[in-house]
Structure formats: C-alpha cells, structure tokens
C-alpha cells in the first residue's frame, strides 16, 4: 500500500517560502499524476496543483498561479510544492495525492502565514 508523507511546513511571515516535499512508499508513484490539496480551518479540502506522470505539464488553482511551483522527482519517488509570496490566506494543513486521492491520505504538514 502507497504511503504518502508531508514534509517542509512551518511558520512564516508573509511574503516569506516554502517548499514542500511529499516522499511516496510506492513504485506506482512515476505512474500517476500527483497533486497538492490544501485544508485551512473550518474549510474544505480543496486543490492547489498538478503535474502529470513525467512532469512536463503543471496546473495550479488561479489563488496560487504565478506564487507556487509544483515539481517531481520519479527517480526518488518526491513531490514537491515551491511557494513564494505566502499570503495569510495560504494557511492551513497540505497534502499530496492522486488528482482523485486514490492513495490513503498522509498526515499533512501545516503551514501557517502570519501577517
């Protein structure tokens, strides 16, 4: 079974970065398209960005298109997630998955911007 872990969160002062990194148990990893999502509290999970099998095409949602970046390493099976310019509103829990969260769902890492 697939394990996916989160790591790379923290507290930041807006305008401040990140990278998140999501390492996966699985060989299926290189087979899939992977995304982040992202939780803040008292709201629903929803989606942040993907990147397709091999990485040659990316997608983000239009509250993080041109801040984020989103990257792969198949070879060692990592996901990554680049943020800059962190806003107050990008806080909350982050997780990576299948674009249809086909995988158990890791522990999240938090990230909290302060203003």
């Known amino acids: 079974q697939v394990q996916l872990v989160e790591s790379g969160g923290g507290l930041v002062q807006a305008g401040g970065s990140l990278r998140l990194s999501c390492t996966s148990s699985?060989?299926?990893?290189?087979?899939?398209?992977m995304s982040w999502f992202r939780q803040a509290p008292g709201k629903q999970r929803e989606f942040v960005a993907t990147i397709t099998t091999a990485g040659a095409r990316t997608n983000l949602a239009d509250s993080v298109k041109d801040r984020f970046t989103i990257s792969r390493d198949n070879d060692k099976r990592m996901l990554y997630l680049q943020m800059n310019s962190l806003q107050p509103e990008d806080t909350g829990v982050y997780y990576c998955?299948?674009?249809?969260?086909?995988?158990?769902w890791g522990q999240g890492t938090q990230v909290t911007v302060s203003s």
């Open positions: 998955n299948t674009d249809r969260g086909s995988f158990p």
């Open positions: 699985g060989n299926i990893f290189r087979l899939v398209a």
